[in-house]
T-cell receptor, first 114, second 114 residues
């Protein structure tokens, strides 16, 4: 079965602290992509970061980094120096090469406290 | 212009009404998608168009009717909807079917069926 699991329904974090959002995945495909999206209350799904299954290095995009541990099938998102504008719903998603669709996790609602 | 534009942003319709949602992109993307998203849930894929042809229909009821008049435009025609169809409807586009590293989402249409 192809599945994404996000175990944190909600998180509260103090502004300027780093935050880690958990994501584990299950697939038998040798080739796949892992994605993180941010969805503010406005509704738009904003692409944050991508990690390919064969990428040797962890992906980074500004304050976002993806902690990819292939053997553990985890792809946690790390946000450094959190800001109030980071408050949103965060989704982890996977696209196995055998199935071009995006498989979504349940999401984590992140609230940054001032 | 790296943008997917959805109109209207909000829509309230009665169960006997006919309405349409519109999605437009000018990035030359050849795949376009409709998703339905209930509150605090991940998006659910409804339809996929690839090169202006319907390639995926995820067993969506016939009261939802997609249309792709040209490569830049995707419509979703609504007729005789039920209150449980109230949701955020997201459109997305990508360079090709499944090329999610180059995909963009619109801000969505918040639909309320009364």
């Amino acid at each position: 079965a192809q599945k994404i699991t996000q175990t944190q329904p909600g998180m509260f974090v103090q502004e300027k602290e780093a935050v880690t959002l958990d994501c584990t995945y299950d697939t038998s495909d040798p080739s796949y992509g892992l994605f993180w999206y941010k969805q503010p209350s406005s509704g738009e799904m904003i692409f944050l970061i991508y990690q390919g299954s064969y990428d040797q290095q962890n992906a980074t995009e500004g304050r976002y980094s993806l902690n990819f541990q292939k053997a553990r099938k985890s792809a946690n998102l790390v946000i450094s120096a959190s800001q109030l504008g980071d408050s949103a719903m965060y989704f982890c998603a996977m696209s196995p090469d055998s199935n071009y669709q995006l498989i979504w996790g349940a999401g984590t609602k992140l609230i940054i406290k001032p | 212009d790296t943008e997917v534009t959805q109109t209207p942003k909000h829509l309230v319709m009665g169960m006997t009404n006919k309405k349409s949602l519109k999605c437009e992109q000018h990035m030359g993307h050849r795949a376009m998608y409709w998703y339905k998203q209930k509150a605090k849930k991940p998006p659910e894929l409804m339809f996929v168009y690839s090169y202006e042809k319907l390639s995926i229909n995820e067993s969506v009821p016939s009261r939802f009717s997609p249309e792709c008049p040209n490569s830049s435009l995707l419509n979703l025609h609504l007729h005789a909807l039920q209150p449980e169809d109230s949701a955020l409807y997201l459109c997305a586009s990508s360079q090709d079917r499944g090329s999610w590293t180059e995909a963009f989402f619109g801000q969505g249409t918040r639909l309320t069926v009364v």
